[in-house]
Nanobody, 122 residues
Framework: QVQLAESGGGLVQAGGSLRLSCATS?????AGWFRQAPGKEREFVAA????????NYADSVKGRFTISRDNAKNTVYLQMNSLKPEDTAVYYC??????????????????WGQGTQVTVSS
């Protein structure tokens, strides 16, 4: 029984920044951010281990996005800087309950939030 709720999406101009939040409930698990643009498959963005000691990023966002978490607040964050129009998508937070420390694969995540829209204008 894990629940996740994303917030912080919105409209931003290219080059701008947004900070997404994922409020979680239940046990603490490794977490990931995924995104899905219209007509495209949901793709991996970033992942973080349960304690926040390790993170992993898709090449398309490396150096621009930062995933972090504050377990005392039961919240996972995605700081997005230098946003590009191609970053436009619905962003989802997900929890990984598997045996590894984290996962980059969509099908290995068991719990998902409802998504928050991020739109980057040119």
């Amino acid at each position: 029984q894990v629940q996740l709720a994303e917030s912080g999406g919105g409209l931003v101009q290219a080059g701008g920044s947004l900070r997404l939040s994922c409020a979680t409930s239940g046990r603490t698990y490794a977490a990931g951010w995924f995104r899905q643009a219209p007509g495209k498959e949901r793709e991996f963005v970033a992942a973080i281990t349960r304690g926040g000691g390790f993170s992993n990023y898709a090449d398309s966002v490396k150096g621009r996005f930062t995933i972090s978490r504050d377990n005392a607040k039961n919240t996972v964050y995605l700081q997005m800087n230098s946003l590009k129009p191609e970053d436009t998508a619905v962003y989802y937070c997900a929890a990984y309950t598997g045996g590894s420390t984290y996962s980059t694969q969509r099908y290995e995540y068991d719990y998902w939030g409802q998504g928050t829209q991020v739109t980057v204008s040119s």
